[in-house]
């Protein structure tokens, strides 16, 4: 068994995934039941609350966030992979290789952007105007998910250079 796999099957893995399950389905009802009883209160009983488009900010901010991650997890986000269609396996593997490598670069500048933003959060101390929510609550979620999806492009990105050596080591002992 390898690196990847072993990672992949230990219970820290299976823990943190667990937790990112939790958090978007928390997150999800969170937004949906709220906005079920705005409807409900404004509608029905001609009652306004205050501060619930708080509420749904700071729940949305974690389902989209985190919901991110889980998709680097998956890697189920949306791409324009044509390209893969017309190329044999080695090169779909570079091409994977190629892809984890930016998906890293540009998560990298978003990591420091996201721990300016909270060092700053932290100092400052903002909320929000009805509920007083801290904002570092909600914005914490952003460097959360860009750890995360940095972790799981390094851990794939270790997937598929083991890949491509297996790949060339099969080349290598055909044309034997």
Same mark, same amino acid.
């Given at each position: 068994?390898?690196?990847?796999?072993?990672?992949?099957?230990?219970?820290s893995w299976k823990l943190l995934l667990s937790i990112q399950r939790?958090?978007?389905?928390?997150?999800?009802?969170?937004?949906?039941?709220?906005? +079920?009883?705005?409807?409900? +209160?404004?509608?029905?009983?001609?009652?306004?609350?205050?501060?619930?488009?708080?509420?749904?900010?700071?729940?949305?901010?974690?389902?989209?966030?985190?919901?991110?991650?889980?998709?680097?997890?998956?890697?189920?986000?949306?791409?324009?992979?044509?390209?893969?269609?017309?190329?044999?396996?080695? *090169?779909?593997?570079?091409?994977?290789?190629?892809?984890?490598?930016?998906?890293?670069?540009?998560?990298?500048?978003?990591?420091?952007?996201?721990?300016?933003?909270? *060092?700053?959060?932290?100092?400052?101390?903002?909320?929000?105007?009805?509920?007083?929510?801290?904002?570092?609550?909600?914005?914490? +979620?952003?460097?959360?998910?860009?750890?995360l999806m940095i972790f799981y492009s390094i851990i794939y990105l270790i997937r598929?250079?083991? +890949?491509?050596?297996?790949?060339?080591?099969?080349?290598?002992?055909?044309?034997?």
């Open positions: 068994m390898g690196f990847v796999e072993k990672i992949s099957e230990s219970k939790l958090v978007m389905v928390v997150s999800t009802v969170t937004v949906v039941i709220t906005l +079920a009883l705005v409807v409900l +209160a404004r509608h029905v009983f001609h009652y306004n609350f205050l501060g619930y488009n708080e509420v749904i900010i700071v729940a949305a901010f974690w389902m989209y966030f985190i919901g991110s991650a889980y998709g680097s997890w998956e890697e189920s986000h949306i791409t324009a992979d044509i390209l893969s269609q017309f190329v044999s396996a080695k *090169s779909k593997i570079i091409l994977g290789i190629i892809s984890k490598i930016i998906q890293i670069l540009i998560s990298i500048p978003m990591v420091y952007l996201a721990i300016k933003m909270l *060092s700053f959060n932290l100092k400052m101390n903002p909320v929000t105007l009805d509920l007083q929510i801290p904002l570092a609550f909600p914005q914490s +979620a952003i460097l959360i998910s860009f750890v598929d250079i083991n +890949a491509l050596k297996q790949v060339n080591k099969m080349n290598k002992s055909k044309s034997y």
